[in-house]
């Protein structure tokens, strides 16, 4: 079963330049991984407003794996390592959201 791994980045520096920075690392450094099956990485999009909306957050990272496995393997490759040390020192908070998921 496929792996849904959501992040959701909280900045300390919350201007767009910031954020756009941290979207350019995640293409950078977590998209060209065994598994992968879907990539994506972006900011939060200002015109949702709804109620219903969490808004709670800068940077959006979605990546869906084959399975648990490739999810694990990734959590360790150099990669992934070196973007979270290159851009950790900017997150005022990270929320993961992984789930299973089909099509």
Known sequence: M???HDV???????SDE???RLVAACHRYLKDHD???????????????????DRDFHVALHVVFTDKAAHDAYQTVEDHLT????????????????SYVTT
Do not use: H
């Open 2 to 4: 496929m792996l849904s």
């Open 8 to 14: 959701y980045f909280t900045l300390k520096d919350s």
């Open 18 to 20: 910031a954020a756009d």
């Open 35 to 53: 598994g992968v099956e879907f990539f994506a990485a972006g900011t939060l999009g200002q015109e949702f407003q709804r109620e219903v909306n």
């Open 83 to 98: 973007f979270i040390a290159e851009n950790k020192d900017n997150w005022e908070r990270v929320r993961v959201f992984d």
